[in-house]
């Protein structure tokens, strides 16, 4: 891919996070920390018994936030080095070291492997996208 | 700069991060449907009867408690909180609110239901993000 291109799709890092945002104000049910804050009074009813849609709703957000810093990462430095494309990792690991501490019980929330795999797709496209 | 804007954007990715983690309790209001209904010294008696079998039944569900308040305050957190009376000594369920006013018109003594998600026993016998039925 053109370097033009690419720097055009880093620079839209704040799509991916703003759908993220929107799933989950939304579609998510209120039991989440920024509940305590925000709650929206508008909800989108999707039965999520299914396992493409529960997948869209609980797993897809994590790795469209990991997604957006990455993309951000690249954004600021438009370049490729290895000390950036670690630095554009670190939420990716974030995220797995959070889903790790939910599945030994040390935090709230529910261990889903799901959201693994989302987070190391996500970044492996960022990763694509600079290629 | 770039320094500052990787800092910053660490900081604003893992605030969105961490806020959007489960919390534990569910969200509860008015509208909220119980699993269960039971009184409070029934809940703490199935308590201290099996603790095991008492935390299957209820633990990690949104229940319904009757019962009469013994004390009403705030916790080391600053958290709102009644109990109700488990036991004719100290066993009590302890509910946390975490709308204040709500508690304002209660009294030591008055009956209430109370609905809230249950997280089992820990000295008391905790409901979070209660409500007032």
């Known amino acids: 891919m053109k370097k033009k291109n690419i720097n055009k799709i880093n620079s839209l890092w704040w799509v991916p996070l703003l759908v993220g945002i929107f799933i989950y104000v939304f579609l998510r049910p209120d039991n989440l920390i920024y509940n305590d804050l925000f709650s929206s009074p508008i909800k989108i009813k999707i039965n999520t018994n299914s396992k493409v849609v529960g997948f869209l709703i609980y797993s897809l957000p994590n790795g469209l936030w990991s997604m957006s810093f990455s993309q951000l990462i690249f954004h600021i430095y438009k370049i490729r080095t290895l000390k950036i494309i670690i630095l554009s990792s670190i939420m990716l690991f974030v995220g797995i070291i959070i889903e790790l501490l939910q599945y030994q019980s040390f935090m709230n929330g529910t261990f889903d492997i799901n959201d693994i795999f989302s987070y190391i797709m996500s970044y492996l496209i960022v990763l694509f996208i600079q290629k | ?133």
Request: proline share 2%; aromatic share 10%; net charge negative.
């Open chain 2, 1 to 133: 700069m770039k320094n500052f804007l990787t800092i910053l954007s660490i900081l604003f990715f893992l605030i969105i991060g961490l806020a959007s983690i489960e919390d534990e309790a569910p969200a509860i209001n008015s509208e909220t449907q119980p699993v269960l209904s039971v009184n409070s010294k029934t809940l703490y008696k199935d308590y201290t009867n099996n603790e095991i079998a008492a935390d299957d039944k209820y633990k990690g569900k949104v229940i319904q408690v009757s019962g009469t308040i013994r004390d009403i305050g705030n916790d080391i957190m600053d958290d709102a909180y009644i109990t109700l009376i488990g036991d004719d000594f100290f066993g009590d369920i302890q509910c946390f609110f975490p709308d204040k006013s709500s508690l304002i018109n209660l009294n030591k003594g008055q009956k209430v239901t109370v609905v809230g998600y249950c997280t089992g026993l820990f000295v008391n016998i905790i409901l979070q993000n209660c409500v007032i039925k």
